[in-house]
């Protein structure tokens, strides 16, 4: 049986560090970060996202901002409160919460962030800055992933990888990272032939597709790695009528039996994201005062 990687201790150990940090921050400078979320409607699933970001932000002792608009907001009052933000000195990290009401034009929208305070890593210079190898905000979710990735194998170099998804917010930039550190990386799509025997090459998988339980264990090479990004929520009759339960992309119990390890979901890829928000706040908090950022 795979091990598995732990995504929920691992998250907690990097908010304790984030915490350690931003009390240090708060003592020796007196400085406290600050993340706004902007959250436009009322989609359940970003109002629980939002709820739980302004939990965690205010546990590491940053000053969490809460803007929620409602479904019909003209764009130009978001770009004008998007405006306020980058001026705002006490706000380092801003996050608008995808996706938008369809009226709003979301590039536009994620454009009109400060890139410095892009902590989700969706601004288009921050696209550039992690393609071209340089020092960037790096996308929450695919940043997790390399850490647990990292974690668990140490040096990444030589190591075939296979991302299953080519998403702007998690296949290219998880593609962009695991290249930065030496993968021999294949990115595997909607239109991809023969994506049993893609996936079946790679030490590494990332499942990023939105399918529930779409790989399966047959499609894994033996002692892979597996991180399943996917979150899934499928009917569950044998918890009761109208019940439901999280699955990832991938057919867990069949792909844990094949894999070296796997991400489990819940308590894998899903708490790493926010902890790596609450990490990249942190450095932008640092870069906006002049101070080294933390490794
Ligand atoms: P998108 O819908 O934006 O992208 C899905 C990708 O999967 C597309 O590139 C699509 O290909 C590809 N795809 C769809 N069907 C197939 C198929 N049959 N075979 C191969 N590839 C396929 O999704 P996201 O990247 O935004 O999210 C992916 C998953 O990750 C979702 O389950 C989402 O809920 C989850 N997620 C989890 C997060 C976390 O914190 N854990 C954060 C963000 C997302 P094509 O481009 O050809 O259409």
Request: hydrophobic share 45%.
């Amino acid at each position: 049986m795979a091990q598995i990687i732990d995504g929920k201790a691992f998250a907690a150990k990097v908010r304790g560090q984030v915490a350690d940090h931003v009390a240090q921050l708060r003592a020796d400078h007196g400085i406290k970060p600050g993340l706004a979320v902007v959250l436009v409607g009322e989609d359940p699933a970003s109002q629980v996202y939002v709820k739980s970001k302004g939990k965690m932000t205010v546990e590491v002792g940053m000053t969490s901002v809460e803007h929620r608009l409602p479904a019909d907001t003209p764009e130009d009052t978001l770009l004008s409160l998007i405006a306020e933000l980058n001026a705002d000195a006490d706000i380092h990290g801003i996050l608008v919460q995808l996706p938008l009401p369809d009226h709003l034009d979301s590039d536009l929208v994620i454009n009109s962030i400060d890139p410095a305070k892009d902590v989700d890593g969706f601004h288009i210079s921050n696209v550039g800055l992690l393609g071209t190898g340089q020092d960037a905000m790096v996308p929450c979710t695919p940043l997790g992933c390399l850490m647990m990735l990292r974690d668990y194998h140490g040096s990444l170099s030589g190591m075939d990888a296979v991302v299953v998804g080519r998403s702007n917010i998690v296949g290219k930039p998880m593609a962009q990272l695991l290249l930065g550190d030496s993968c021999t990386v294949t990115i595997a799509h909607s239109r991809t032939k023969d994506l049993a025997a893609v996936v079946k090459r790679a030490d590494i998988v990332v499942a990023a597709v939105g399918r529930a339980e779409m790989v399966p264990g047959d499609w894994i090479k033996p002692g892979a790695t597996v991180i399943d990004v996917g979150i899934n929520r499928i009917p569950a009759p044998e918890k009761g009528e109208g019940k439901t339960r999280l699955v990832g992309d991938v057919h867990y119990e069949s792909c844990a039996e094949v894999a070296g390890a796997i991400t489990p979901v819940p308590g894998g890829v899903g708490p790493m994201t926010i902890a790596c928000l609450l990490a990249n706040t942190l450095t932008a908090c640092c870069r906006a005062n002049g101070l080294p950022a933390p490794e």
